[in-house]
């Protein structure tokens, strides 16, 4: 959700009640001195103002089968009002009301009062504006005044300061309006319950109702009221609670600055993983700054957004954006290096500027929290090997800038600026371990052994070292055995303008790629600089690209002296930074510098001379890959990711929500996410774009 709007000053008076009309996208709000506005809910700009009540404005309720609005105040006045400003009728209770609920099933208006709670039929037709029975029933099973009615179905649920939860069913005969009492939960808190609210479950197309009390918890009921689940440990009483069933998010105000969100079906606080920032800074700031805390909220589902009312008179506005990130997870230190692992259990790595390896893993309780194990490289090494290191680099920066990880060899592969390449797995010994441990002979100690689970939980260590660089890695590409070549070969790129070609089956240096200098006798593959690398299996190839501008397409062989240089494509007007192939589409991509983003495809006779489409980014790009389902560009540029269409480059989606520079972007298709990591400190989970771009359908939707 992203902070939409503020609306200031909406009353004289503290705001008591709030709902919307949305047939003509009104707010409808109420106030402590009993007047009540109707605005637009886009410009905020006054449509009405209702002058009938003379108390404390308890509820408001827009009556959408009547097309009414509903409003009732401590003044013991139960108001309909049509479109004007006149009320549509009138009925003196003679009590405070305290809420007003709609029974679609049974027709019946229901109200809650001091002790008892009272129901209203409705006479008319549907050529004609419904009235209320003034005549009406009325039930007392409560002891203190009914805060609360929710209704599902035919069943009416009732909430009071007594801390009981009643139900209570209606009956379809004509002549019994009455309300009959089914179940009641005497202690349902241990203090005044203060708020109900139904959600749907629609896995087990069930029905769930919640409650928020004095007591700071909030409980969740099946339709029986029985007890699920307790949230507690909240920071203040419960003063209201709202659903949003888009991103399944429970909002909880609880007399504090920001909302506290949870996830119904866990119970877990996902606070920390879902976003609620502003354009101001965090909420909680700028609600301290102006000495706001949170009230009242509802969720309006005609437009995805959620109000809030303030204590300072103030309505604050959010809105669903799918291009916002799903859950953001918080690193130690800022992150750069990027990767994962499409096998189960699903895997998310990350390496930051402290040479620290971090593993994510998504919980299975909900969609938004990841459990983390970090490895440091301090900590795996040997006394020998830091020593080595020491001597070769000095202390130099272990900063992780780029990772892959090779599924065939269960290896992930962490390039350093200090000039190293790590080998991190598995940790086979401790597998050893856990075989040895567990009884019942042979049969069982396969089937571990064949548990890619079981493998994945057994620890993880830094294998083996790769150190021939003598400046920062900017690239890594993993070649897999295919036709001749038997074992699989890894190429490493750095910034003192080498190529490496690395054995991954025996570990070992094979040489570098590129031409000898007469001079030095080092072996170069560019003028400058090397900043990102990839391979193109399809057409054993692969591209690198450099400061000098320029990008190299070298063809792939085992052997470095037949790695020959095949084009150079020029166009960029500056460094270029990153390199790709989009294997969906079958072309090069690049980014760099100058803010722009190019495509070069082969042709029938090689490469053509200039690049087939430019995206003008308006900035450098920070960052970029390809969806691995459509072939959409994503592309990192600055603080927020762009979604290119990868044929025609129009943009198809925004994603914001960075505070810094994008430094890594991929795909996981399996769980059609994007994930990117950021100099903010933070990893952040978006949706990825679902349009199916290589048969040219764009959709320029961002979303709600």
């Keep these: 959700m992203e902070l939409k709007s503020i609306h200031k000053e909406v009353h004289s008076k503290p705001i008591t009640a709030l709902t919307f009309n949305p047939l003509r996208r009104e707010v409808i ?42 409003s009732s105040s401590n003044d013991g006045l139960l108001i309909t009002w049509g479109s004007g400003s006149e009320p549509h009728q009138e009925i003196a209770v003679n009590n405070p009301i305290y809420c007003v609920a709609w029974n679609s099933k049974r027709e019946q208006i229901v109200i809650g009062l001091n002790k008892s709670v009272k129901v209203f039929g409705v006479n008319g ?37 007594d801390r009981a939860l009643i139900m209570y069913e209606t009956s379809s005969y004509p002549n019994d309006r009455g309300l009959h009492l089914i179940s009641s939960v005497k202690e349902a808190h241990s203090a005044a319950i203060t708020c109900l609210k139904v959600i749907s479950d629609h896995e087990s197309n069930t029905w769930q109702i919640l409650s928020g009390s004095f007591d700071r918890s909030v409980k969740v009921w099946t339709q029986d009221i029985q007890l699920i689940h307790k949230i507690d440990g909240l920071s203040g009483t419960v003063t209201s609670l709202d659903y949003v069933p888009r991103s ?43 000495k706001y805390h949170l009230v009242h909220t509802v969720f309006v589902p005609e437009l995805n957004e959620v109000y809030c009312t303030t204590n300072r008179r103030t309505v604050l506005v959010w809105k669903y954006n799918w291009c916002a990130p799903v859950t953001t997870l918080q690193t130690k230190s800022t992150a750069e290096g990027l990767a994962f692992t499409g096998k189960s259990p699903i895997l998310i790595f990350t390496g930051d500027s402290e040479g620290r390896v971090t593993i994510w893993e998504q919980l299975q309780l909900n969609n938004f929290m990841y459990s983390c194990d970090t490895f440091s490289l301090q900590d795996v090494m040997t006394s020998e090997r830091k020593r080595s290191l020491r001597e070769m680099n000095g202390e130099g920066h272990r900063s992780i800038s780029k990772m892959i990880f090779i599924e065939q060899l269960d290896i992930l592969v962490a390039a350093s600026e200090d000039g190293c390449v790590y080998l991190w797995g598995f940790d086979d010994q401790a597998l050893d371990e856990l075989r040895d441990s567990v009884p019942g002979g042979s049969e069982v100690l396969q089937t571990i052994s064949d548990d890619p689970v079981t493998n994945r939980v057994a620890g993880f260590t830094c294998k083996q070292v790769f150190s021939e660089h003598t400046h920062p890695i900017t690239g890594v590409a993993y070649i897999p055995p295919r036709g001749m070549l038997e074992s699989g070969y890894l190429l490493t790129c750095s910034t003192d303008r080498t190529i490496g070609l690395w054995d991954m089956h025996g570990g070992t240096f094979v ?11 080092a072996v170069y593959a560019s003028s400058d600089s090397i900043m990102d690398i990839a391979y193109a299996a399809s057409r054993s190839e692969f591209a690198y690209s450099s400061t000098d501008k320029l990008i ?14 095949k084009h150079v494509l020029q166009g960029h007007e500056s460094e270029v930074s990153h390199v790709i192939w989009n294997n969906i589409l079958s072309l090069w991509v690049s980014g760099g510098d100058d803010c722009t983003v190019r495509t070069w495809e082969p042709s029938s006779n090689g490469y053509l001379d200039v690049t087939t489409n430019t995206i003008d980014t308006q900035c450098p790009v920070t960052a970029l890959a390809a969806d691995a389902v459509n072939g959409s560009i994503l592309v990192g540029l600055q603080d927020s990711v762009r979604v290119y269409e990868g044929k025609t480059l ?9 505070t810094d520079s994008v430094r890594a972007i991929l795909h996981i298709p399996e769980r059609s996410h994007y994930i990117t990591t950021s100099w903010d400190g933070t990893i952040s989970i978006w949706n990825a774009t679902k349009n199916n771009h290589r048969n040219g359908g764009v959709n320029g939707n961002n979303g709600h």
Excluded at 141 to 155: A, F, K, P, W, Y
Excluded at 552 to 565: D, G, K
């Design 248 to 290: 399944k998010v429970l909002w909880v105000l609880c007399g504090q600055q920001e909302a506290s969100l949870f996830d119904p079906k866990s119970g877990e606080n996902i606070t920390e993983y879902v976003s609620t920032r502003t354009q101001y800074g965090s909420l909680a700031d700028y609600c301290t700054t102006n």
């Design 125 to 161: 037709t549907s050529l004609t504006t419904p009235y209320l029975n003034e005549k009406c029933e009325t039930v007392t099973h409560h002891t203190d005044l009914v805060r609360s009615i929710v209704c599902i179905e035919s069943r009416i649920y009732t909430g009071s300061f």
């Design 552 to 565: 190299y397409i070298r063809a792939f062989s085992c052997s470095p002296a037949n790695c020959t240089l």
């Design 511 to 521: 040489g570098y790629i590129g031409n000898k200098d007469t001079e030095s006798e």
């Design 29 to 70: 709000t109420g106030c402590e001195d009993g007047s009540i506005r109707v605005w637009e809910a886009e410009s905020g700009k006054t449509v009405q103002n209702l002058l009938r009540h003379h108390g404390w404005i308890t509820c408001l309720y827009y009556w959408h089968e009547a097309k009414l609005l509903v």
């Design 650 to 658: 129009k943009r198809v989606q925004h994603h914001t929500g960075h």
